[in-house]
């Protein structure tokens, strides 16, 4: 109502009403009023005129005067709505904000809780596993020595009783062969409840990549002294020093290369004619950080096993090669340890890359 009283249409319809009013009171005067004789009557009607004329000015300026205030309202009206939504959308941003941090908050904790339960039931079921172990081994020692031979050349054990004792020493082989194997796993949950905990320093990454993929073949030339693979390097010169932990990034790089390696290796003992095992390892530097790609010309993965790739415990090696925690530590290395990102790309029969991406600064 206020805003309408003061408007500039107000202000003429104030105007217009003004003047039908006095141009109807003139009708009238002209019409039922007589004039003093002292003015003559050929003077009266420029009398009114006169008022009429004034009257008219005196609306014109309220209403321009009332059109000035609403200008001057509205422009102050309208700053005012766009600070307060202004200050709105800042309130919501921050609440948003908080509400994103009490989550991650929530789940740090819940992160760590999970890490330090990880920790204290792996240090329980060290102890009875490393008996377990030594006492596979020192009864497959027993074991060989009732199959041994007599001093006079005969054999201690024949027939019924060395098939007994040989189903037993394979028995207690397979025993050991399991009980490494839990070690393995209990030693990757170890190593995810201690993931992300060393301090990162400023590092010169094409050189950490350069030893990592070494270590990476040399290691698997050891146990296969028979393998060859092409190995392709792209270092960036340019990449700049990059706040990292050595060590476990140290032991991503190795993990992922040394599953590349697995994977040439697998599809060179298939037999596919003409293969020729390659392993690539690239760096590059961008604009919010850097790149890290190793990429393989192995047999590749299907979506299925892609999507599941990086889940705690997966893996598509045969039992007693691989505990399925080497990928989830890497990821959770990178993506909680250093505020990067672990991409896998991957076609059957093509091969697959993994992109390993950092940011200079790493996570607040």
């Not at 009332?66 to 919501?92: C, V």
């Not at 908080?98 to 989550?103: D, P, S």
């Amino acid at each position: 109502m206020g805003t309408f009283l003061l408007g500039r249409r107000a202000g003429l319809l104030f105007f217009g009403l003004g003047l039908a009013t006095a141009l109807a009171f003139w009708g009238l005067e002209q019409r039922h009023y007589v004039f003093p004789n002292r003015v003559p009557v050929d003077k009266a009607q420029f009398w009114h005129l006169d008022i009429l004329a004034g009257l008219m000015l005196i609306l014109l300026v309220v209403a321009l005067v009332f059109d000035q205030i609403n200008t001057t309202a509205l422009r102050s009206m309208s700053a005012q709505n766009g600070l307060l939504w202004e200050r709105t959308a800042q309130l919501e941003q921050s609440l948003a904000d908080l509400r994103a941090a009490q989550a991650q908050l929530v789940q740090q904790e819940k992160i760590t809780f999970l890490g330090e339960l990880t920790a204290g039931i792996a240090h329980e079921l060290q102890n009875p596993l490393t008996f377990m172990k030594i006492f596979a081994e020192v009864s497959t020692g027993l074991v060989d020595e009732m199959g041994g031979t007599r001093p006079d050349g005969g054999d201690h054990a024949a027939g019924l009783e060395g098939d007994l004792l040989a189903g037993l020493k394979q028995n207690l082989r397979e025993i050991s062969q399991h009980g490494q194997r839990a070690t393995a796993i209990i030693a990757g949950m170890l190593e995810h409840a201690r993931a992300g905990t060393g301090q990162r320093v400023p590092t010169p990454l094409n050189a950490l990549v350069a030893e990592s993929l070494r270590l990476a073949y040399q290691g698997l030339r050891a146990k296969d002294r028979d393998f060859r693979a092409h190995l392709t390097t792209a270092l960036d010169p340019a990449l700049p020093l990059v706040a990292v932990v050595p060590q476990d990034l140290g032991r991503v790089l190795i993990n992922l290369l040394t599953n590349a390696f697995y994977a040439v290796r697998q599809r060179q003992q298939a037999g596919e004619a003409g293969y020729r095992p390659e392993v690539q390892v690239h760096t590059r530097a961008g604009p919010d950080g850097v790149e890290i790609r190793i990429a393989d010309n192995g047999p590749g993965m299907s979506a299925a096993v892609k999507a599941k790739i990086f889940q705690p415990f997966f893996t598509t090696k045969p039992p007693g090669e691989g505990t399925g925690l080497g990928l989830s530590l890497a990821h959770d290395i990178i993506s909680h340890g250093h505020g990067g990102t672990l991409h896998v790309e991957s076609r059957e029969g093509q091969g697959t890359t993994f992109r390993v991406d950092l940011p200079l600064e790493g996570p607040a």
